[in-house]
Structures are given as C-alpha cells and as structure tokens.
C-alpha cells in the first residue's frame, strides 16, 4: 500500500468515525466511500462506524470487483452507481440520522422551508421508493431521486449525501438532518412556509457566487 492510498484510507475511515461523533449514525448502519484510482474505498460491511481504521478500508472496482479476503459495505452498488455516473462526485455518505430517517419512513420529500435546501441542488429532496437494502433496484431508485440534487431519503431507510469531496459530502449530510429537524419542529409548530421555486432557484445561483454550486464544490454557504 503506498502512501496515496494509505492517506486516502485514512480519510474515508475518519469520515466514517465522524458520522458516529455527529450523531448521524449509530452501530454499523452507515457508510462512506470516495472515488480513488478508477475505481472507489469503502467502509467495510459489518464494523460499526466509530470503530472503523485505515486497514478497515476495502478498495472496490467499478465493476464491483475487490480482495477475498475483505468485504465491502452492503450498499457498495449505489456508492459505485454514483460515483460512476456522476463525474462530477468525489465521495458518498449515506447514514441512518434519527430526523432524516423519521421523513424517510414516512416516504416524505423535504419541501423549501428553508432557503438552505438550495445547497442540495433544487427546491425538494426527494425520496427515492422503497427497495431492499444492497440490492440494483435500491441503486437505481437513488439515481433517479439524486437528479440534479446531491442528497435524497430513501424510504424506510436513510439518506444520501454525495459531494466533490468528503468534507463536502458530510456537510451535506449534516446540513441535511439539520433541515429535516427544523422541518419536524416547524411541523409541530404549525403550517410551515414553502419558498417558491423561484426563490430557490435564485438561491442556488447566490451559492455559486459563494464557491458553491449545486454538484457540491469545497466553498459552503453559512446560515445567516
């Protein structure tokens, strides 16, 4: 193992020990990938994310190929799905975060009731249909639900996150289970506000003024 790959390990396993240190996941439910060499590093199946090391780490073919002797996350089809076909996408999160998987059993998209969604590509987060987890279906269901959005639910599951980097990737997680807490108080509060497309619209360009641009680039907006 050279020190590229060594170094990159170690930046998917610290990831995935940041989910565990965010609260956004517990046990061995999450997962962290990020594209290297033609191909991609994830977590493995099977270790809880906050115990997860460098050695832990399984490099993992686009064509799905990897050592015997490791066993990659069971949801490695819509890590490499993704990356694959989103040249645009460095790296891949997905957890099981109490609020955004609360909206995901419920088969509920995130509506603009915050200018914030903009960050993650348009004025929704959808939610991808149910599917068994690790399965092409699931894959394929996530594809369509991240067009032109870099996070989605998936129903009865979790969420995705995919951004240039991992750094961005995670703020997108966190950004995302941010919003969806807001969204379940506001809902207990009352009818919340829905911000017009337009709006958002004009949001996501006054993001890229900020660096950032709806395929996740390294700058990020701050709530003001």
Same mark, same amino acid.
């Given at each position: 193992?050279?020190?590229?790959?060594?170094?990159?390990?170690?930046?998917?396993?610290?990831?995935?020990?940041?989910?565990?240190?965010?609260?956004?996941?517990?046990?061995?439910?999450? *997962?962290?990938?990020?594209?290297?060499?033609?191909?991609?590093?994830?977590?493995?199946?099977?270790?809880?994310?906050?115990?997860?090391?460098?050695?832990?780490?399984?490099?993992?073919?686009?064509?799905?190929?990897?050592?015997?002797?490791?066993?990659?996350?069971?949801?490695?089809?819509?890590?490499?799905?993704?990356?694959?076909?989103?040249?645009?996408?460095?790296?891949? /999160?997905?957890?099981?975060?109490?609020?955004?998987?609360?909206?995901?059993?419920?088969?509920?998209?995130?509506?603009?009731?915050?200018?914030?969604?903009?960050?993650?590509?348009?004025?929704?987060?959808?939610?991808?249909?149910?599917?068994?987890?690790?399965?092409?279906?699931?894959?394929?269901?996530?594809?369509?639900?991240?067009?032109?959005? *870099?996070?989605?639910?998936?129903? *009865?599951?979790?969420?995705?996150?995919?951004?240039?980097?991992?750094?961005?990737?995670?703020?997108?997680?966190?950004?995302?289970?941010?919003?969806?807490?807001?969204?379940?108080?506001?809902?207990?509060?009352?009818?919340?506000?829905?911000?017009?497309?337009?709006?958002?619209?004009?949001?996501?360009?006054?993001?890229?003024?900020?660096?950032?641009? /709806?395929?996740?680039?390294?700058?990020?907006?701050?709530?003001?």
């Amino acid at each position: 193992m050279d020190t590229d790959e060594r170094s990159a390990r170690g930046r998917v396993a610290a990831a995935a020990r940041e989910l565990d240190a965010q609260g956004l996941n517990r046990g061995t439910s999450g *997962n962290v990938s990020v594209r290297f060499r033609g191909g991609l590093l994830i977590t493995p199946s099977g270790v809880p994310s906050g115990q997860i090391r460098d050695d832990d780490i399984v490099p993992l073919g686009l064509d799905g190929t990897h050592t015997p002797d490791q066993k990659p996350s069971s949801e490695w089809r819509f890590h490499r799905d993704i990356l694959a076909s989103r040249p645009e996408v460095g790296a891949v /999160v997905h957890a099981h975060p109490v609020y955004c998987t609360a909206f995901a059993m419920c088969g509920r998209q995130i509506p603009a009731v915050h200018y914030m969604i903009a960050a993650f590509g348009g004025p929704t987060v959808r939610c991808a249909p149910y599917a068994p987890y690790g399965t092409a279906e699931l894959s394929e269901l996530a594809l369509a639900a991240l067009a032109d959005r *870099n996070v989605c639910l998936l129903a *009865n599951h979790g969420m995705i996150a995919a951004g240039a980097s991992l750094d961005k990737a995670l703020w997108l997680a966190v950004e995302l289970e941010t919003l969806c807490h807001q969204y379940a108080v506001a809902l207990q509060v009352g009818a919340p506000t829905i911000l017009s497309d337009h709006e958002i619209d004009a949001t996501v360009k006054r993001f890229r003024g900020y660096g950032l641009n /709806v395929t996740g680039a390294d700058a990020t907006p701050t709530r003001s």
